[in-house]
């Protein structure tokens, strides 16, 4: 059974903008914390932001300033905004609860390149 169902990736410049969406099951969102996760080629997946149920935002240093996590509750969907993209961004980005975790999605991919 499919829960997680990443989206949005795609082939974008440096300094360019996407916009990543998770929809989940309500049992997966109800959970307190969300997060992104970065996958780059070779290397492990890494937490790129959480957002808990009443607001708190946490970035890696690495996308500070630059992504907004954020979620819709209507519609059990996460969301990442990725601005000012660049090429250490590149990688599979998967989302999925930060306590206790559901099986992994496929992931959407960000490649940037010029």
């Known amino acids: 059974q499919v829960q997680l169902v990443e989206s949005g990736g795609g082939l974008v410049q440096p300094g360019g903008s996407l916009r990543l969406s998770c929809a989940t099951s309500?049992?997966?969102?109800?959970?307190?914390?969300m997060g992104w996760y970065r996958q780059a080629p070779g290397k492990q997946r890494d937490l790129v932001a959480t957002l808990s149920r009443g607001g708190s935002e946490n970035y890696a240093d690495s996308v500070k300033g630059r992504f907004t996590i954020s979620r819709d509750n209507a519609k059990n969907t996460l969301y990442l905004q990725m601005n000012d993209i660049k090429p250490a961004d590149t990688g599979v980005f998967y989302c999925?609860?930060?306590?206790?975790?559901?099986?992994w999605g496929q992931g959407t991919q960000v490649t940037v390149s010029s």
């Open positions: 309500g049992s997966i969102f109800r959970s307190n914390v």
């Open positions: 999925n609860e930060w306590q206790h975790k559901a099986s």
